[in-house]
Each structure stands twice: as C-alpha cells, then as structure tokens.
C-alpha cells in the first residue's frame, strides 16, 4: 500500500511539474509572440500612425479650432425687441409718470458686449410686428438670438422686484446654444455693472451640468461625442484583419504554437496599443482644456473599456472572414448600423421596440453615455454600462476563440 501510495504521489507530482513546465513554455512562446506580433505592427507605418498619432493630432485639431475665446470667436447676431415703456399709470389715482427707462441701458450694455452683434432694435410699443420681423430673421438665419424686454421690466427694477430677459436661442445646432447663453449673459453682467442693480437681480452663470466660465464650451460639447467614436472605431478598424485568411497565419499553424496561444498573443498585444492609445487620448483631452467633472482614472478605464470591445468585434469579424474584402464589408456594414443605433443622432427612446432592442446591445450605445456621464456629471465607471460592455466584449472573445479553433487552414 505505501509503495502505490508513493507512486500515486510521484506521478501526481511529475503530472503537476509537467503542467508547470507547459504552462511556462506556453508563456514563453506567447511572449515571443507578441513580440512578433509588434514588429509587423511596427512594419505597417500607416496603421501605427492611425492608432497612436491620429487620435491626439484629432484632438489638438478640435482644441484650436473650437473655442470660445472672445477674441477668436465671431460675435453672435442678434436682435433686442422692448415691451418696456416709460410712462408708469398709478393705479389709485390714475395719474401718469415717467420712470427710469431701462431697456436702453441694456441695449447699450448688448452694444459694449464683445459676444453679442447687435443687429437691430425694435419699439415693439411703437412697431406692432416687431416680434414677427424679428422670428424671420432668426428663421432666415441671419441672427442665432432674439432678446426680449418685457413689459413693467423698469418697474420691476425700480420696486426691486426681479427683471426678467426672455432669450430665444436658434437651437437648429445644439453645440452653439451654450455658446449663446453665454454670450446673453455677459450682455446681462454688462447691464448690471453699469446700472449697479447688483442688489435687486441674480444672474445664474450656468445651469447644472454645463460647461462651467473659464472652459470651451464648443470644444468640451464636441470631444465628448467625439471619444467614444475614436476609440472604439479605430480599435475596430485595426482588429478586422489580425485572422483573417492569409500565409502568416498558415505558417505559424507549423510551429509548436497553440491556436489559442497565437490568439491570445494577438488580443494581449493589440490591447498594449490600446492601453498607450487611451493614455495619449486622456493627456491630450485634459492639456488641451477638457474639463473633467469625474476622475482620470474613471475615464481612462471607460475608454479602454469601450475600445477593448471594439477590439474584440474586430477579432470576432476577422475570425470568421475568409478574405480580406469580406472582412472589410462586414466591418463597414456593422460601424455604420453601430453608428446609426449608437443614441447619438437619434435618441433610442424614439426608436421602434425591435430596434431598441438590437440598439441597447451594440457597443456605442452604452460607450456615449458611459464617457457623458463621467465627464459631465462626475457618475463612476463602474455602473450597468461598463459591465454590459464587459460582457458583450467577454462573449465575442469566446466565440472567437472557438471559431479560430475550428477553422481549417491551408498550409
């Protein structure tokens, strides 16, 4: 009994230090791999140069060119219309007085705004069609704001009660209505330096959630819809042709190189690429004035997150294409129906059930509003859409693997 229980331990042992010594070659030879793998990576100049110098260039590209410097930006176009009047009738005793008039200051303070261009004024006491001349314009495009002065706006002030501004905004374009708004406001604190009312009328720089003063509001607005994209379609655009049929591939099938071990070389060195991609994303986004309402940490994790299960689709379609040029029809013909039910251009509550569906299981849906919500509203990364991402990457992963595993290659 001793003698079997000894050999039962000798061959447990010897069983044990084989898998061990497996598992180190199988390591070895994966890392070789990825080694390999970088090297015709770094002989493809044009997809190094699409991964890792296009992204940030894109970014430093946006940060120039969108801003909300007053003095590189074009003042907004607009048109002050006053209700106000001057002549005040005491009720009690009916008797007509003249009051303070304050709509022209406040047209002086719209004239000394470098934001705004006043381009007309109406007496909408004197000119009965002066709205509807004024909603023309804004209709024709030839002013992006209609300023409204209401009626008792003097006597409000005068009586310190609050002095209201109605502010029609052009919101054919939602990336210029912050850019609006500010402009409006600053006519606002013009009005209230120069008339000292500062007592008597509050002025709100910014409602929750937007841009706050000192940030671009064009810029911000943009590169969040625009990383979400970035990220996961150039992940995608470089996975589609890792498998796909081709002599490399039948070559290393006559090497002691596992299948899963050639594929698992591929994923690790593609996600490096990913991990210094996102790196230049984060450091150039927050050098080149994003403002950040979460942590770093949260968006660069989303980032990954998002562009890994780009990767992972890519593999996933490159798994099962047979050549080249099927592999990019089907890339081309997924980004585009990922695009369309990403949420971004149109919302997926207004989508039919059955698109909602296939909509809320496509990446970018859950990508945007993970990104939007970490930089706007400081939420955390780890939430329903991180974890769905995970899932919807982890499934395609596996699939591949079998479908890599399966496939007959001609040596």
Same mark, same amino acid.
């Given at each position: 009994?001793?003698?079997?229980?000894?050999?039962?331990?000798?061959?447990?042992?010897?069983?044990?230090?084989?898998?061990?010594?497996?598992?180190?070659?199988?390591?070895?030879?994966?890392?070789?791999?990825?080694?390999?793998?970088?090297?015709?990576?770094?002989?493809?100049?044009?997809?190094?140069?699409?991964?890792?110098?296009?992204?940030?260039?894109?970014?430093?590209?946006?940060?120039?060119?969108? /801003?909300?410097?007053?003095?590189?930006?074009?003042?907004?176009?607009?048109?002050?219309?006053?209700?106000?009047?001057? /002549?005040?009738?005491?009720?009690?005793?009916?008797?007509?007085?003249?009051?303070?008039?304050?709509?022209?200051?406040?047209?002086?303070?719209?004239?000394?705004?470098?934001?705004?261009?006043?381009?007309?004024?109406?007496?909408?006491?004197?000119?009965? %069609?002066?709205?509807?001349?004024?909603?023309?314009?804004?209709?024709?495009?030839?002013?992006?704001?209609?300023?409204?002065? +209401?009626?008792?706006?003097?006597?409000?002030?005068?009586?310190?009660?609050?002095?209201?501004?109605?502010?029609?905004?052009?919101?054919?374009?939602?990336?210029?209505?912050?850019?609006?708004?500010?402009?409006?406001?600053?006519?606002?604190?013009?009005?209230?330096?120069?008339?000292?009312?500062?007592?008597?009328?509050?002025?709100?720089?910014?409602?929750?959630?937007?841009? +706050?003063?000192? %940030?671009?509001?064009?810029?911000?607005?943009?590169?969040?819809?625009?990383?979400?994209?970035?990220?996961?379609?150039?992940?995608?655009?470089?996975?589609?042709?890792?498998?796909?049929?081709?002599?490399?591939?039948?070559?290393?099938?006559?090497? &002691?190189?596992?299948?899963?071990?050639?594929?698992?070389?591929?994923?690790?060195?593609?996600?490096?690429?990913?991990?210094?991609?996102?790196?230049?994303?984060?450091?150039?986004?927050?050098?080149?004035?994003?403002?950040?309402?979460?942590?770093?940490?949260?968006?660069?994790?989303?980032?990954?997150?998002?562009?890994?299960?780009?990767?992972?689709?890519?593999?996933?379609?490159?798994?099962?294409?047979?050549?080249?040029?099927?592999?990019?029809?089907?890339?081309?013909?997924?980004?585009?129906?990922?695009?369309?039910?990403?949420?971004?251009?149109? &919302?997926?509550?207004?989508? &039919?059930?059955?698109?909602?569906?296939?909509?809320?299981?496509?990446?970018?849906?859950?990508?945007?509003?993970?990104?939007?919500?970490?930089?706007?509203?400081?939420?955390?990364?780890?939430?329903?859409?991180?974890?769905?991402?995970?899932?919807?990457?982890?499934?395609?992963?596996?699939?591949?693997?079998?479908?890599?595993?399966?496939?007959? %290659?001609?040596?």
């Amino acid at each position: 009994m001793m003698r079997l229980k000894k050999k039962s331990l000798r061959l447990n042992f010897e069983k044990f230090s084989n898998e061990i010594t497996n598992l180190k070659m199988s390591i070895l030879r994966i890392v070789k791999q990825v080694k390999k793998e970088f090297r015709l990576l770094w002989a493809d100049k044009f997809n190094i140069m699409l991964a890792i110098v296009m992204p940030p260039l894109i970014i430093v590209m946006l940060g120039f060119t969108m /801003t909300d410097d007053s003095n590189q930006m074009q003042s907004i176009p607009c048109i002050v219309v006053s209700y106000d009047s001057n /002549t005040f009738i005491n009720e009690n005793d009916l008797v007509e007085s003249k009051l303070d008039h304050y709509a022209i200051p406040y047209l002086n303070a719209v004239n000394k705004s470098d934001l705004l261009d006043l381009v007309r004024f109406y007496n909408a006491t004197e000119e009965i %069609y002066a709205m509807e001349q004024a909603r023309n314009a804004l209709i024709s495009g030839s002013i992006k704001v209609i300023l409204s002065i +209401p009626v008792a706006f003097t006597e409000m002030l005068e009586w310190g009660l609050p002095g209201l501004i109605d502010c029609i905004l052009d919101a054919s374009n939602i990336l210029y209505i912050q850019q609006s708004l500010n402009a409006v406001y600053d006519s606002i604190k013009i009005f209230i330096n120069d008339t000292n009312l500062t007592p008597q009328f509050e002025v709100h720089g910014f409602e929750e959630f937007t841009i +706050p003063e000192g %940030y671009s509001s064009s810029f911000n607005s943009s590169i969040v819809m625009a990383l979400s994209f970035m990220v996961f379609g150039i992940a995608f655009v470089l996975s589609i042709l890792v498998i796909v049929q081709e002599k490399p591939i039948a070559r290393l099938l006559l090497t &002691p190189l596992k299948r899963s071990e050639i594929l698992t070389s591929k994923y690790i060195a593609y996600m490096l690429v990913l991990l210094l991609q996102v790196t230049l994303l984060v450091i150039t986004s927050l050098s080149m004035g994003l403002y950040l309402a979460g942590s770093i940490l949260d968006l660069f994790i989303a980032l990954f997150i998002i562009g890994f299960s780009g990767l992972a689709l890519g593999v996933f379609i490159s798994s099962q294409s047979k050549t080249k040029t099927q592999a990019n029809q089907l890339f081309l013909a997924a980004y585009l129906v990922i695009i369309l039910l990403s949420g971004i251009f149109i &919302p997926i509550e207004n989508m &039919p059930s059955f698109l909602q569906f296939f909509a809320y299981v496509l990446p970018l849906s859950h990508g945007d509003p993970m990104i939007r919500g970490i930089i706007t509203k400081g939420q955390h990364v780890f939430g329903m859409h991180f974890f769905w991402l995970f899932i919807i990457s982890l499934i395609l992963i596996i699939i591949s693997f079998v479908i890599f595993r399966r496939r007959k %290659y001609e040596v």
